[in-house]
């Protein structure tokens, strides 16, 4: 068991950053793979970055490749995203999520793998 909690979010202008953190309790970070996730009302929920255990192999979405870095410090237990060059839609409720088990390359991208999530942190982007 492992409990998540997002912090981060807020109201940014077109171009703009934020660095979204995931902080863990309960377990050890580095026996997960991990994921951000984000949706916006009516849609399902969208990959966005993942990775893995020990933070030597990433993924990331088509639509922020290049703009958005994940990273890890399993020592503090936490999980980052860094969002540079923002967009409008880029707007929606960030999710950070945990793997315990999975094969990083067969599930990173799909949220149904996932086995534990935050409560979701709300990143605004106004144009």
């Known amino acids: 068991q492992v409990q998540l909690v997002e912090s981060g979010g807020g109201l940014v202008q077109t171009g703009g950053s934020l660095r979204l953190s995931c902080a863990a309790s309960g377990r050890t970070l580095s026996l997960y793979n991990m994921g951000w996730f984000r949706q916006v009302p009516g849609k399902e929920r969208e990959f966005v970055a993942a990775i893995s255990r020990s933070g030597d192999t990433t993924r990331y979405a088509d639509s922020v490749k290049d703009r958005f870095t994940i990273s890890r410090d399993n020592a503090k237990n936490t999980v980052y995203l860094q969002m540079n060059s923002l967009k409008f839609e880029d707007g929606a409720v960030y999710y950070c999520?945990?793997?315990?088990?999975?094969?990083?390359?067969?599930?990173?991208?799909?949220?149904?793998?996932?086995?534990?999530w935050g409560q979701g942190t709300q990143v605004t982007v106004s144009s």
């Open positions: 999520a945990a793997d315990l088990g999975g094969i990083f390359k067969k599930i990173a991208t799909m949220p149904h793998s996932y086995d534990f």
